[in-house]
């Protein structure tokens, strides 16, 4: 990529903790310098934790104008 703020990327991990119980992340990276731009952490891997972390990118980032959107 050529400029910041022009594509974005997430995913979803999870760890296991000591007592057994799995900690759901969700990171969104940009492209153009792989930095990471948000990461949160749930007790869920559902829609809730993306949306959180969007918004938490997009805050971030003062809402980017023209960020692609691929699915």
Same mark, same amino acid.
């Given at each position: 990529?050529?400029?910041?703020?022009?594509?974005?990327?997430?995913? *979803?991990?999870?760890?296991?903790?000591?007592?057994?119980? *799995?900690?759901?992340?969700?990171?969104?990276?940009?492209?153009?310098?792989?930095? /990471?731009? /948000?990461?949160?952490?749930?007790?869920?891997?559902?829609?809730?934790? /993306?949306?959180?972390?969007?918004?938490? /990118?997009?805050?971030?980032?003062?809402?980017?104008?023209?960020?692609?959107?691929? *699915?």
């Amino acid at each position: 990529m050529s400029k910041k703020n022009k594509v974005w990327c997430t995913d *979803f991990t999870y760890m296991r903790q000591a007592n057994g119980r *799995f900690r759901y992340n969700c990171t969104i990276i940009d492209l153009y310098d792989r930095s /990471a731009i /948000a990461s949160v952490n749930a007790d869920y891997m559902n829609t809730e934790l /993306a949306i959180k972390t969007l918004n938490e /990118a997009l805050i971030k980032e003062k809402k980017p104008k023209k960020l692609n959107s691929t *699915f």
